[in-house]
C-alpha cells in the first residue's frame, strides 16, 4: 500500500485548498480511506474518512460543513476538500488506509490509529 499525499501550501484564513491521495498497488474500493493530521507539538488527530463499503463519510466536528471528503475512481485518488480555513487547520495532512475497520472506528472514536505506511504528508499553512 503505498499513498503519497499533495495539494498543500499556504493560504489566507477563509480561503480553500484541495488534497489529494493517491493511491499504487491497490484500489480504493478495496479500502477504507482516512485522513489524518498533526500539528506542532500535536498528537495527530484524524480529521475525515471514507468508507469502501458504501461510500460513507465521517467528519470530526472541528471540521464538519468545512471539509469534504471525496474520491474519483477513475483517478485513483482521494481528496480532502478544504474550505472556510482557518489558523488552528495549519498541521500536516496525512492519508492511510486500511481494510479491517479500525480506521473508521479510530476517527469517528477519537482515538490513535497506528500504521507502518504513513506518507511523507502534506504541510497546510493559514495565516490569520
Known amino acids: 500500500v503505498q499513498l503519497v499525499e499533495s495539494g498543500g501550501g499556504l493560504v489566507q484564513a477563509g480561503g480553500s485548498l484541495r488534497l489529494s491521495c493517491a493511491a499504487s498497488g491497490f484500489s480504493f474500493d478495496e479500502y477504507n480511506i482516512g485522513w489524518f493530521r498533526q500539528a506542532p507539538g500535536k498528537e495527530r488527530e484524524g480529521v475525515a474518512c471514507i468508507s469502501n463499503s458504501d461510500a460513507s463519510t465521517y467528519h470530526v466536528d472541528s471540521v464538519r460543513g468545512r471539509f469534504t471528503i471525496f474520491y474519483d475512481n477513475a483517478k485513483n485518488t482521494v481528496y480532502l476538500q478544504m474550505n472556510s480555513l482557518k489558523p488552528e487547520d495549519t498541521a500536516v495532512y496525512y492519508c492511510?488506509?486500511?481494510?479491517?475497520?479500525?480506521?473508521?472506528?479510530?476517527?469517528?472514536?477519537?482515538?490513535?490509529?497506528?500504521?507502518?505506511?504513513w506518507g511523507q504528508g502534506t504541510q497546510v499553512t493559514v495565516s490569520s
Open positions: 492511510a488506509a486500511d481494510r479491517s475497520g479500525v480506521l473508521v472506528d479510530a476517527i469517528v472514536g477519537g482515538i490513535e490509529f497506528s500504521s507502518d505506511d
